[in-house]
């Protein structure tokens, strides 16, 4: 029986953002559903146990020849365009790119790639016109060269339509997965005070500082502190320069890269999740804190509103500070928007459309719909 080659060599151990998450959710998925031993993992040297720790029954997991982590770039480029020797080696009917990238080259077997969005062509002001540049030439083969595109929101099928007419026939939407088991169950992170959480800061269209800066305004009103989980990169340290300069360093905590259970524990005990960002293609991290039945808040833009069902509290324009900060303290301060059975409610919407076991089940189908030429 033919498998299914689904590429993971964009896994590193110490993995960060959404892109990375639908990665790890769907091979979680593949495992829970059975599907396990139809897929062979192509993955990084040094990450064969982490990913057999996810997927154990996988029918192989091999490593892309590459020896040091700088390598990579160029080593992952090689192994693509010379995928055709991995295809007969491990009989692969169908190959899944769950991140863009895909290579220069055509495969012999249907290929469905996973973009997530294309901000750098359709928000453009936020990218150097360097990252634009390498952004649309892989664009141009992803979507030239592969039979399917995945878009993970309306929204994001609507973007790509309007950068890429001539591939909206190749583009299927299907909504990102996710990992409900550590949402729903598992232990929930204690603070000294209650708390705020944000996630994913290292971004800049994230708009941290917009959150800091509201956080500030009501700062004497709120017993709250403020956690920032995501690494500080170089380029996003004048974040906590900010906080230190205007003495907030007592209230806003940043927490760095957490693993999936400190996270589903930090988000399950948050008196509210906050996303202030100026662009989603699908919005995963405010879509798990309503699943864990957490207060949610959001900016009103691109496709939040579409993935959170019109489920969440919004604010807008996104920038707004002062506005951030009312809708801020609305919620933390009043009870109906802690009511428990209504935040179960919703709880039990997202997980009946997001549930990671339900959407890996989607791709699977997909993927042995290729090779029988059923799609």
């Given amino acids: 029986m ?56 996988a029918a192989a997991v091999a490593p892309v020849p590459v020896k040091k982590i700088r390598e990579k770039t160029i080593a992952e480029l090689l192994f693509k365009t010379a995928m055709h020797k991995y295809i007969e080696q491990y009989k692969i009917g169908s190959l899944l790119f769950p991140a863009g990238n895909t290579g220069f080259h055509r495969y012999p077997v249907p290929t469905v790639v996973v973009p997530h969005d294309i901000q ?38 609507q973007e790509i339509i309007k950068a890429y007419p001539a591939y909206r026939e190749k583009i299927i939407r299907i909504y990102n997965p996710v990992y409900t088991d550590l949402l729903i169950s598992g232990g929930m992170h204690k603070g000294k005070n209650p708390y705020i959480t944000a996630v994913n800061i290292q971004y800049l269209h994230k708009n941290t500082i917009t959150l800091i800066k509201a956080f500030e305004i009501i700062r004497d009103i709120i017993p ?66 309503m699943m864990a039945g957490v207060p949610a808040l959001a900016s009103s833009v691109t496709a939040v509103p579409e993935v959170t069902m019109g489920l969440c509290n919004y604010y807008e324009p996104p920038e707004d500070e002062t506005a951030l900060a009312e809708a801020m303290k609305k919620i933390l301060l009043e009870e109906k928007y802690h009511d428990a059975d209504k935040l179960k409610i919703i709880s039990g919407e997202i997980y009946d459309r997001y549930n990671y076991v339900k959407i890996s089940r989607r791709y699977f189908d997909l993927m042995t719909s290729l090779m029988t030429g059923e799609d």
């Fill in 224 to 289: 709250h502190d403020l956690y920032l989980i995501g690494r500080i990169t170089p380029g996003r340290v004048w974040l906590t320069d900010y906080v230190r300069e205007h003495g907030l360093d007592n209230r806003i905590f940043f927490k760095g890269f957490l693993d999936d259970a400190a996270l589903a524990e930090m988000i399950k005990g948050s008196a509210l999740y906050v996303n202030p960002s100026l662009f989603e293609g699908f919005g995963m991290t405010t879509v798990e804190a």
């Fill in 2 to 57: 033919k498998k299914i080659g689904f590429y993971a060599a964009t896994l590193l151990k110490n993995h960060n953002g959404g892109k990375t998450q639908v990665l790890l959710n769907l091979l979680r998925g593949f495992e829970k559903n059975g599907l396990a031993e139809r897929f062979v993992i192509f993955c990084i040297p040094g990450m064969e146990e982490n990913i057999f720790n996810l997927i154990p029954n």
């Fill in 120 to 157: 750098s062509q359709t928000n453009k002001e936020i990218f150097s016109f360097k990252a634009r540049m390498a952004d649309a030439l892989y664009y141009h083969f992803d979507f030239k060269l592969r039979d399917r595109i995945v878009a993970v929101s309306d929204f994001d099928r």
